[in-house]
Structures are given as C-alpha cells and as structure tokens.
C-alpha cells in the first residue's frame, strides 16, 4: 500500500479550502472533494476554462454513457461515440493514476475496452461499465468504508439515469 501522503504532490482548486485533513469543500459548486492524504482523488468542474486553468487535458474523466440502452457494446466502446470533456464528467488529476489505481483498480476492474475485452481499469484508453456493472461498482463502494467517498458516491447514484458510465484514460 502507497504512504500516499509522501508520493503525490497536492493540487488544490483555488475555490477549494479545506474542511479537516480528508474533505475539501468547493466553493464554487459546493461539492465535496475526497482528500487522501495529498491528493485530491475526485473533482468537478463548473466549465471547460476551469477544467483547463486547473490541469489542462491531463486528467482521466469519469463520464456519464449518454447512449440509449439498446445500443450495442461495438457501438458503446467505439471512439465515434465518445466526446470528452463533459461538465458533469468527474476528474482524476493525471498525477494521482497510480493512487487512483492503488485505492479503486479493484473496484473498477472488469470494464470493457473498446477491443471488447474485459480487465483491469486501461487508464489510458476506454473502460465501459454497463448498468449492472455500475450497481455492482456502487454497492461495494459503499460498503468499504474507507473508500465510501461522497462525491463518488454521488455521482455514481446519478448515473443509474444513464447507460451506465466510461473511465476514459489519459
């Protein structure tokens, strides 16, 4: 396990300040914002300037599948049918992959890949979860309590208005 608290640097929003050493508070849309240790796990943004004075384009997004259910997989995993940089997308900043992966690769494992295979979170290409996946994902998010982050949390329940959801690497 990482001493996540000595290898990440910390990247602060300038809205965020913090609440004590796990949460942060954002002021400008009032969400709350994972902190483990250093590094800010889970972020949003209120529009693309923001997204892009924070980091740029280095970030993996977290995005709803806009597709109707009826869509097939070949059609869902295509990178026709993707358009990054959503404002309602949530955002892993590029430095802290490795924690990402540390803290949830389990958790998000088994998303399918736009050759349509199945495995382990591709934080550098296209990982789809269906809707079961995503209740599954859901579930065991909220019974590790040391992982039952608010934001996620959140935006996973909001996702069950979808197709499920995409992790689209860097």
């Not at 997204?51 to 806009?66: K, P, T």
């Not at 949830?104 to 399918?112: D, K, L, M, P, V």
């Amino acid at each position: 396990m990482y001493d996540l608290s000595l290898n990440f640097p910390q990247k602060r929003p300038p809205q965020a300040v913090a609440l004590d050493d796990r949460f942060l508070y954002n002021k400008m849309d009032r969400q709350v914002i994972v902190s483990r240790g250093d590094i800010l796990l889970f972020q949003t943004f209120l529009s693309q300037e923001e997204r892009r004075g924070f980091g740029g384009s280095y970030f993996i997004e977290m995005q709803y599948c806009n597709l109707p259910r009826e869509t097939g997989i070949e059609r869902i995993v295509s990178v026709d049918a993707l358009v990054h940089w959503k404002n309602d997308s949530l955002y892993i900043y590029g430095d802290d992959e490795s924690a990402f992966v540390s803290l949830y690769g389990e958790i998000f494992a088994g998303g399918t890949y736009s050759n349509l295979a199945c495995g382990a979170v591709d934080t550098c290409g296209i990982n789809y979860y269906s809707p079961e996946k995503t209740k599954r994902i859901l579930k065991r998010v909220k019974a590790e309590k040391s992982l039952g982050d608010p934001v996620l949390i959140s935006w996973l329940e909001r996702s069950r208005a979808y197709n499920g959801f995409y992790i689209l690497g860097l």
